[in-house]
């Protein structure tokens, strides 16, 4: 549903920091004033909440059932171009999270991550925001083989339309860095989870501390070279995506390791031969022969 109007709830004062666990190196540039979360009530989202250490504004189509009173909410449709214009007024930074996250049918996913994509990174353009974080996600690049190392200079192979609407937002980000001057990290995501749940995932596995870690250094770095693309996975000895010159450039440094959970995931899921797994199949998704 798109509001009508939007909701806001200021904080009474700044948030409290993250634990030191998953505090950045010394180093970073000073944290922004105000970053907005898009797609705010989502799982990165829940998590991003708890371990940044920085002013947050959150928004999403419906409120956090866990919002704190130390946090600001803004309700707001991504497709609805006007309401996201009000989200983004007055931040320093947006970490643009929000979109349906897996595979759906065309008309459903282009609300959120192909008008929303442009609503956000246009909304910033147009309000000064320094920096925009793109959750971007390894369905970009699904169809590789299992195995080939990847990084930032490979060219987009989506293994769904989710995943073309990804390469569709990093190219968006690609865009306005060119021609407007903003700052873009896209993070093609792995498999974001506590723990590893399958055999891929000792490859393509995202620890929750990583996933602080590696959003924190997106926002901090004094310098991300207008434009960068970082795969978004833990420190993994199995890993496909090895740490990139990117990701040294903007200062993430994974701690986390799949291997500790290799035993018990030894006969856990199928073995594939593409990066995006089951997203690979002909017929994931629900794709039917005319």
């Not at 959120?112 to 959750?135: E, I, K, S, Y």
């Not at 195995?147 to 937002?169: F, Q």
């Not at 990290?185 to 723990?195: D, K, S």
Request: glycine share 10%; with cysteine; proline share 7%.
């Amino acid at each position: 549903m798109v509001p009508n109007s939007l909701t806001v709830s200021a904080p009474p004062h700044p948030r409290a920091g993250p634990s030191s666990s998953w505090a950045l190196a010394s180093g970073a540039v000073p944290a922004p004033s105000l970053t907005l979360i898009t797609g705010a009530a989502g799982t990165i989202g829940g998590v991003l909440r708890a371990g940044l250490a920085r002013p947050l504004r959150l928004t999403d189509a419906r409120e956090p059932a866990d919002l704190r009173a130390d946090e600001a909410f803004v309700a707001a449709d991504l497709a609805d171009r006007a309401a996201i214009d009000r989200a983004v007024a007055g931040v320093d930074a947006v970490v643009h999270l929000g979109a349906i996250a897996t595979e759906a049918a065309f008309d459903d996913l282009a609300g959120p991550n192909l008008h929303g994509a442009f609503n956000v990174f246009d909304a910033c353009r147009r309000h000064g925001v320094r920096r925009v974080v793109f959750a971007s996600s390894n369905h970009a690049t699904g169809m590789y083989p299992a195995g080939a190392p990847l990084d930032e200079t490979v060219a987009p192979r989506p293994d769904t339309l989710y995943g073309v609407t990804k390469a569709y937002g990093e190219a968006l980000g690609r865009l306005y860095a060119d021609k407007f001057g903003l700052e873009v990290v896209c993070l093609r995501i792995g498999t974001f989870a506590p723990r590893p749940p399958d055999r891929r995932a000792l490859s393509t596995w995202l620890s929750h501390g990583d996933g602080v870690r590696l959003v924190e250094a997106a926002l901090s770095a004094a310098d991300v070279g207008g434009f960068a693309i970082v795969y978004g996975v833990s420190a993994n000895a199995r890993s496909w995506w090895p740490r990139s010159d990117a990701a040294r450039r903007i200062g993430y440094e994974p701690r986390d390791d799949a291997e500790a959970f290799a035993a018990e995931l030894a006969d856990a899921g199928e073995r594939y031969e593409r990066q995006g797994g089951e997203m690979t199949a002909r017929d994931y998704g629900g794709w039917t022969r005319a």
